[in-house]
């Protein structure tokens, strides 16, 4: 059972160290922070999707800004979009579970604001279609999914595709890479 242990943190920390190695992603990584700085500095929202583990990310690197990463500062508008579960039953179940986020996209996003989408596969048709109604209404799009990017690839304004197809490797690298960006973005707007 050791060996195995030591097998799943080699391979977490090869992912990551790809990432490291990766000067592009960092630079997306930088104009990312860019990006979110400037929607908060212009009074924009921003807002996160997923489905089950990758929700439990949204909400947390939403958290990060509504709540604080390092800094007691004031709150940022940052929600994850799924928390609503009264909405999100009855969009399930009068329309499709496909248009959950999608619906909440047309509904409260504004051009300027930010849509952060998490889907490993990068193919949910949920995150797909928020992403398509952000694309339409000038939202700025960040997408974080695994190797091959999927349906978002396209969809994405930024995208971070985790050198990985495992699903636990890429989570763990989107939680990374996300910290990343609430600090950063933290540290530019309450230096």
Not at 63 to 77: D, H, M
Not at 92 to 117: C, H, P, Q
Not at 133 to 162: E, H, P, Q, W
Request: proline residues 2%.
């Amino acid at each position: 059972m050791v060996s195995k242990i030591s097998a799943l943190i080699a391979e977490s920390i090869a992912v990551k160290q790809a990432l490291l190695d990766d000067k592009v992603v960092q630079q997306k990584i930088a104009r990312a922070v860019e990006a979110v700085t400037h929607a908060f500095r212009e009074g924009r929202r921003v807002y996160f999707c997923g489905n089950g583990g990758s929700a439990a990310d949204a909400q947390h690197l939403s958290a990060e800004f509504s709540g604080r990463f390092y800094k007691n500062r004031r709150a940022l508008p940052a929600e994850a979009l799924h928390c609503n579960t009264s909405y999100l039953t009855a969009v399930a179940n009068d329309y499709s579970y496909d248009v959950i986020y999608a619906r909440l996209v047309e509904g409260i996003a504004d051009k300027g604001d930010v849509l952060f989408g998490l889907s490993t596969s990068g193919n949910s048709p949920n995150i797909v279609a928020a992403m398509e109604v952000a694309r339409a209404k000038g939202i700025i799009t960040i997408g974080f999914t695994g190797s091959k990017g999927g349906k978002m690839k396209d969809l994405s304004d930024y995208l971070f595709n985790v050198p990985s197809d495992n699903t636990p490797r890429i989570q763990e690298s989107h939680i990374l890479i996300g910290h990343i960006i609430c600090e950063l973005v933290e540290e530019a707007l309450f230096a």
